[in-house]
């Protein structure tokens, strides 16, 4: 039985990042970070929606529309500066989570799970419509907005830990099943084998990826900030932020499982071909 009925993409506006956020030069991130004076263009804050028989499912959930009409949004001083220097967001009053849900056919009120890859901005603006939903993300992922440093990192504990959220942390255990191989490890979402949660580190030391497995139809990749670019990441260029030696793995990892899966279709939350793929993969 195919668990997985629809699969969609909806963007909650655009990013403007450095070109060194999407491909790494080898230059340290905070020297980048602050000289460079380039910006890659619009690039979209991407949702995934999954109707699975279970119910709707959330890959990530974007950018809250408030980070750009809120002054307040962001914090102040240092934090403050980096953010502006790393992003440029621009979201229209249509490119809300819920607007966005309506246009697909569904109400945001019915997404039964929301799965984030990691716990940075451009991934959780949409939790403050999300409660009632499960939220899921990794233990470690979970554990890092409680580090002295937190903000520093992108995340932003008041946008996160949000009152009357229902939080499900998983870790990923040792899995039997070979067709996820060189991947030793997985969760699997609602034990149907339809869903499986990936850990992908790098970007963040807890980032999670999501295989959507469809019989009949192509595997999908939902691989949120491992790369920006699936082709980058096929050619093993990782981004700039993050832990390039773990980046690099994961980025091994994911391309040995699509040599297994040749017809495994990557999709990051950043890359401006990726819906193109989603409705090619259909």
């Known amino acids: 039985m195919n668990a997985i009925k629809r699969v969609s993409v909806v963007s909650t506006g655009t990013v403007d990042i450095r070109p060194q956020h999407v491909r790494s030069d080898g230059t340290p991130a905070l020297w980048w970070l602050l000289t460079s004076r380039s910006w890659t263009g619009p690039r979209p804050i991407n949702v995934y929606v999954i109707e699975h028989a279970e119910g709707l499912v959330l890959f990530d ?13 962001f914090p102040g001083g240092v934090t403050g500066l980096l953010n502006r220097r790393l992003a440029r967001f621009d979201i229209a009053p249509g490119e809300t989570l819920p607007a966005l849900m309506t246009g697909l056919g569904y109400d945001i009120a019915d997404v039964r799970t929301a799965v984030l890859s990691h716990l940075h901005v451009d991934h959780i603006g949409g939790l403050p419509d999300l409660i009632g939903a499960e939220i899921v993300t990794s233990h470690v992922e979970r554990r890092s907005v409680d580090r002295a440093a937190a903000a520093l990192n992108g995340l932003m504990r008041d946008h996160i830990m949000l009152p009357g959220l229902r939080w499900e942390l998983v870790t990923p255990r040792r899995t039997d099943d070979r067709s996820l191989a060189p991947f030793t490890a997985a969760h699997d979402l609602f034990g149907d084998g339809a869903l499986m949660l990936l850990p992908t580190p790098g970007h963040t030391p807890g980032s999670l990826s999501l295989l959507v497995r ?17 082709r980058l990441m096929e050619e093993e260029h990782v981004p700039g932020l993050g832990r390039r030696s773990r980046l690099r793995d994961t980025t091994r990892k994911i391309n040995a499982l699509r040599e297994a899966h040749p017809d495994l279709v990557i999709l990051p939350a950043h890359d401006p071909s990726a819906a193109g793929r989603l409705a090619a993969s259909k």
């Open 61 to 73: 959930t974007g950018q809250a529309r408030a980070s750009v009409t809120d002054p307040g949004y």
């Open 214 to 230: 469809r019989p009949g139809r192509p595997p999908l990749l939902m691989v949120g900030d491992v790369s920006f670019d699936a």
